[in-house]
């Protein structure tokens, strides 16, 4: 039978043995308590709008700057233009006519806008190519012709897209695409014959090339072959 004087030195030896654990406890009950007193009282949680906040402020964003796609521009969406060139913007204008033609990529727009079409190359002004028949005409003169016969008497639509250091433009001039109608006058030009793409084209131009090589309009008909320049 056990004595009942050990049993308060059995309880104290217990308690040096797991005084650690026995503190622990005692801080996580307190802690415990003090919760569930700050919690007392208060309404249960709710996730439904409270009627005494304002809602939040809506914010629009702004709209978006139009912008004309690749196929428009007349370029392809990995040339250098459309990726972005430091130091540049796309500039959008509208220039009116009459338009003095310089050569068949350049002209002056109203006697103050001067223009220059990119992303094709054009015969020069003084150029002569050849026939199948190996007689020689005028070609740059027929395409400065060509061009404004697409353009003329048309308001144009033009977007600054690139440079033409080949053509030294003076500052200020509109280099990029031109559209009239609706359609990238450019392009146009290649269709007739009068043009080639430059660079990586979009696929509107090249299949413009490709019409009009089959067709044999404007230089094809000689193969393209320019021999004599004045």
């Known amino acids: 039978m056990t004595d009942v004087s050990t049993r308060p030195s059995r309880l ?113 002004m003084d150029a002569a190519c050849e026939n199948p028949d190996r007689t020689l005409w005028p070609c740059g003169i027929f395409a400065r012709a060509t061009l404004y016969a697409l353009i003329r008497g048309e308001p144009l639509q033009c977007q600054s897209l690139g440079s033409a250091p080949d053509l030294a433009p003076p500052p200020g001039a509109m280099v990029g695409a031109c559209r009239a109608q609706g359609r990238d006058v450019a392009t146009e030009l290649v269709r007739v014959g009068f043009a080639r793409p430059v660079g990586i084209a979009p696929r509107a131009m090249l299949e413009a090339e490709a019409e009009a090589q089959a067709d044999r309009r404007g230089l094809w008909r000689g193969d393209w072959k320019i021999v004599q320049r004045r």
């Open 12 to 124: 104290r030896t217990w308690l040096a043995r797991h005084k650690e654990a026995v503190l622990v406890g005692s801080v996580a009950v307190a802690c415990l308590a003090a919760l569930a007193l700050a919690f007392a009282g208060h309404a249960p949680w709710s996730w439904s709008p409270r009627p005494d906040r304002a809602p939040p402020e809506r914010v629009v964003p702004p709209p978006e700057r139009p912008m004309l796609a690749p196929e428009e521009a007349g370029l392809s969406p990995l040339s250098p233009q459309m990726l972005g060139e430091p130091g540049r913007f796309r500039r959008q204008i509208t220039v009116e006519p009459p338009y003095d033609m310089i050569d068949s990529r350049r002209f002056v727009a109203n006697g103050e806008q001067y223009v220059v079409l990119t992303g094709i190359v054009t015969p020069p």
